[in-house]
T-cell receptor
Framework: EDQVTQSPEALRLQEGESSSLNCSYTVSGLRGLFWYRQDPGKGPEFLFTLYSAGEEKEKERLKATLTKKESFLHITAPKPEDSATYLC??????????FGAGTTVTVRA | EPEVTQTPSHQVTQMGQEVILRCVPI?????FYWYRQILGQKVEFLVSFYNNEISEKSEIFDDQFSVERPDGSNFTLKIRSTKLEDSAMYFC?????FGYGTEAFFGQGTRLTVV
């Protein structure tokens, strides 16, 4: 069965304290790995798509990387506005995303 | 910036009643999806829809559920005879293409509460 596991479940950071979130996956034939940001009571907001091992994408203070078994979301010098739940999802076939449970990041000023 | 729009934002219904959740996907997108998220749980796939047909559905999407594109802009999810366990956030999503690396864009969700 295809699985997506995210760790840690929660992360509390001081403003400026860089850290990384992990997403490990087991899927036959990865068609894409996605990172989304979700604010409380809102829908997932698309951040990145990664297709192949070694690929990296950046957006502001966020950088996503991909290996054959896992992906990392690095948050560099976070600000309070980076507080959110970060979701990892893998595309398991043409039509379906399988999501992890998410990492809730809280950045204190 | 184009976005997926969902209405209503919150729906409260009596157990056993029918509800219709509405979505306006991004205008040039051809592939539409419904996902749901029970409080504190993962976002889970319900159904995908293309060219007026269901492309794929999950085990959750049984005869209680149906989807429809009634006109050129709306995409709806109907839940018949609602149960307490149907209480969740329901997200509509759309994508321009399907297949390898399909980027799906999500709406803000409808919170369904069944009492």
């Amino acid at each position: 069965e295809d699985q997506v596991t995210q760790s840690p479940e929660a992360l509390r950071l001081q403003e400026g304290e860089s850290s990384s979130l992990n997403c490990s996956y087991t899927v036959s034939g990865l068609r894409g790995l996605f990172w989304y940001r979700q604010d409380p009571g809102k829908g997932p907001e698309f951040l990145f798509t990664l297709y192949s091992a070694g690929e990296e994408k950046e957006k502001e203070r966020l950088k996503a990387t991909l290996t054959k078994k896992e992906s990392f979301l690095h948050i560099t010098a976070p600000k309070p506005e980076d507080s959110a739940t970060y979701l990892c999802a893998v595309q398991v076939n043409d039509y379906k995303l399988s999501f992890g449970a998410g990492t809730t990041v809280t950045v204190r000023a | 910036e184009p976005e997926v729009t969902q209405t209503p934002s919150h729906q409260v219904t009596q157990m056993g009643q029918e509800v219709i959740l509405r979505c306006v996907p991004i205008s040039n997108h051809l592939y539409f999806y419904w996902y749901r998220q029970i409080l504190g749980q993962k976002v889970e796939f319900l159904v995908s829809f293309y060219n007026n047909e269901i492309s794929e559905k999950s085990e959750i999407f049984d005869d209680q559920f149906s989807v429809e594109r009634p006109d050129g802009s709306n995409f709806t999810l109907k839940i018949r005879s609602t149960k307490l366990e149907d209480s969740a956030m329901y997200f509509c999503a759309s994508s321009e293409v399907f297949g390898y690396g399909t980027e799906a864009f999500f709406g803000q969700g409808t919170r369904l509460t069944v009492v």
